[in-house]
């Protein structure tokens, strides 16, 4: 079972989201919570994921994150934003956030983004996830000139690329046929020789070093959507999220 946690100033958004997760056989919505407990909560219940509300009047959003990445073994955390422009998605993208959630979101994309993001994966909402994805690019550019590129090995940078697709650790064992064990070693030495904190963060770094240059022919935005989502541009995402 994924066990969830959800924190949201609105006990009717709180609720909305525990009564669509709560129809699938593999998730546990564990407790609900309001910011100013949040912490307490999840200390308590220990979940796999969390959706947290980035604006909340009684205890701000990132600095619940904040909190939540310092704790052991922090679960994945999703952030719930009513508007896609919302200014604090790059500044919790940059705190660890694994994944942001429009409110209005098709009800039938929830399950399947807790799944994935509770199994390492990234997952961004189209409209919020082209808006901090091109702020953040914009915002730190490529590396500093004279900075040297991070040396990768050949099976590192394989699995940096399938990283960025947005694939799993265990996806990542299927396609290069490595152990499980295995794949966790490259991903935390990529981690470390990118100086990322979370996968979201490795997969920018990339993208701004150049590191997927010669694998991507159309460098475009690294946006990890639902599969039936198209960007605004209209064009169909380069990584979809699995279904399952």
């Known amino acids: 079972m994924i066990k969830v946690v959800i924190v949201d100033d609105e006990a009717l958004v709180r609720t909305g989201f525990q009564r669509i997760l709560s129809t699938e ?26 959706l947290l509300d980035i604006r909340m009047p009684d205890v701000d959003g990132l600095t619940v994150l904040r909190r939540i990445r310092e704790l052991p073994a922090p679960p994945a955390v999703c952030m719930l934003t009513t508007f896609d422009t919302d200014d604090h998605l790059t500044s919790a993208l940059q705190a660890g956030a694994a994944g942001f959630l429009l409110k209005d979101t098709d009800p039938e994309h929830l399950a399947p983004m807790v799944r994935f993001i509770a199994s390492g994966g990234i997952a961004l909402s189209p409209r919020p996830g082209n808006t901090v994805i091109d702020g953040h690019l914009t915002l730190h550019g490529r590396l500093p000139a004279g900075e040297p590129r991070p040396q990768l090995t050949e099976r590192e940078h394989e699995v940096l690329w399938l990283l960025a ?51 991507v022919p159309d460098q475009g935005r690294i946006d990890v959507l639902p599969a039936a ?16």
Not at 183 to 211: D, W
């Open 25 to 50: 056989n593999d998730i546990d919505v564990t407790a609900l919570a309001s910011g100013a407990d949040a912490i307490e909560t999840i200390t308590r219940h220990r979940p796999d994921a969390v």
């Open 165 to 215: 697709e947005g694939l799993t650790n265990t996806a990542i064992a299927g396609k290069t046929h490595l152990s499980l064990s295995t794949v966790k070693e490259h991903v935390s030495a990529i981690l470390t020789k990118l100086r990322a904190t979370n996968r979201v963060q490795a997969a920018l770094a990339a993208e701004r070093s150049g590191l997927l240059t010669n694998h």
């Open 229 to 244: 989502e198209t960007t605004p541009s209209g064009r169909s995402p380069r990584y979809p999220y699995p279904s399952n």
